[in-house]
């Protein structure tokens, strides 16, 4: 069992920044790919980021590149995600989640945990 906390949203300007952080306990932490997904209202929850265990690869959707950034310190069971140059699209609620086995990066249906979420409002 895997428990993930998020934390960091907020309201921010669009072309500001924000970092989310998702605080792991339970299992062993470096044994799970952790991703980040998010749902806008009236939207399906997507895909956004992924991290595999050692931090050796990274994935991102097409729409984030060069502005998000997700990090992991397998020391702290924490996993990140830099947003800078955020845009009104990127206004969501955004879960971490925890993949103990599957592709690289993981399908969704193969998140084995989820956190509650937070909330991102970029303001245009």
């Known amino acids: 069992q895997v428990q993930l906390v998020e934390s960091g949203g907020g309201l921010v300007q669009a072309g500001g920044s924000l970092r989310l952080s998702c605080a792991a306990s339970g299992d062993t932490f470096s044994s799970y790919t952790m991703g980040w997904f998010r749902q806008a209202p009236g939207k399906e929850r997507e895909f956004v980021a992924a991290?595999?265990?050692?931090?050796?690869?990274?994935y991102y959707i097409d729409s984030v590149k060069g502005r998000f950034t997700i990090s992991r310190d397998n020391a702290k069971n924490t996993v990140s995600l830099q947003m800078n140059s955020l845009e009104y699209e990127d206004t969501a609620v955004y879960y971490c989640?925890?993949?103990?086995?599957?592709?690289?990066?993981?399908?969704?249906?193969?998140?084995?945990?989820w956190g509650q979420g937070t909330q991102v409002t970029v303001s245009s």
């Open positions: 991290i595999s265990r050692t931090a050796g690869n990274t």
């Open positions: 989640a925890a993949a103990r086995w599957g592709a690289m990066p993981p399908r969704t249906h193969e998140y084995d945990y």
